[in-house]
T-cell receptor, first 122, second 112 residues
């Protein structure tokens, strides 16, 4: 099936620094990528939706100037947490979707999830 | 706004039991519904996807049903094994957009 990777898988940083997380679709072109955040023992909360080549759409309550999303190509989206603080510590998961039906891709717009990135801000 | 609820939040069963996980959603105008498995500290693994026109999907020991009109889905796990221990998440995609709305998950522990 379609594979989505994330890098890094785990990052620890000092408060005030910026952290960039990459999300890549390895064997398909992702027209849309989604970024989720998951706090311990809680479910996934959608942060933003990004379409290749256009600005991301952020969910209510998510600061777009703090969580910068770039979707410059059909296989890569990045999430940059700017001036990270301890309350930003969380598990960040991306997912990718394509409208292109093909050998690997369902025609039902299925989302494929990355393995997640654990961010710890000290 | 779509809301998804999963019951129970946690479940512990002995190995070999058949079990049912429940998912309910408030807006029945869904496009599809998906069940995922998440191991601790890991990403999501898609288990089953049911289109709004379908009633159920099966994969191995897993069977997911969908009753769109009543806003419910169930995930049936037959002959549970310790390796089934994980958090199971239900998510729905509605017609208005393409985002997935997740339930809170059910944390399953299967004891040997």
């Amino acid at each position: 099936g379609a594979v989505v990777s994330q890098h890094p898988s785990w990052v620890i940083c000092k408060s005030g620094t910026s952290v960039k997380i990459e999300c890549r679709s390895l064997d398909f072109q992702a027209t849309t990528m989604f970024w989720y955040r998951q706090f311990p023992k809680q479910s996934l909360m959608l942060m933003a939706t990004s379409n290749e080549g256009s600005k991301a759409t952020y969910e209510q309550g998510v600061e777009k100037d703090k969580f910068l999303i770039n979707h410059a190509s059909l296989t890569l989206s990045t999430l940059t947490v700017t001036s990270a603080h301890p309350e930003d510590s969380s598990f960040y998961i991306c997912s990718a979707r394509t409208f292109l039906a093909g050998r690997l891709i369902s025609s039902y717009n299925e989302q494929f999830f990355g393995p997640g990135t654990r961010l710890t801000v000290l | 706004k779509q809301e998804v609820t999963q019951i129970p939040a946690a479940l512990s069963v002995p190995e070999g039991e058949n079990l049912v996980l429940n998912c309910s959603f408030t807006d029945s105008a869904i496009y599809n519904l998906q069940w995922f498995r998440q191991d601790p500290g890991k990403g999501l693994t898609s288990l089953l996807l049911i289109q709004s026109s379908q009633r159920e999907q099966t994969s191995g020991r897993l069977n997911a049903s969908l009753d769109k009109s009543s806003g419910r889905s169930t995930l049936y796990i037959a002959a549970s094994q310790p390796g089934d221990s994980a958090t199971y998440l239900c998510a729905v995609r509605n017609n208005a957009g393409n985002m997935l709305t997740f339930g809170g998950g059910t944390r399953l522990m299967v004891k040997p």
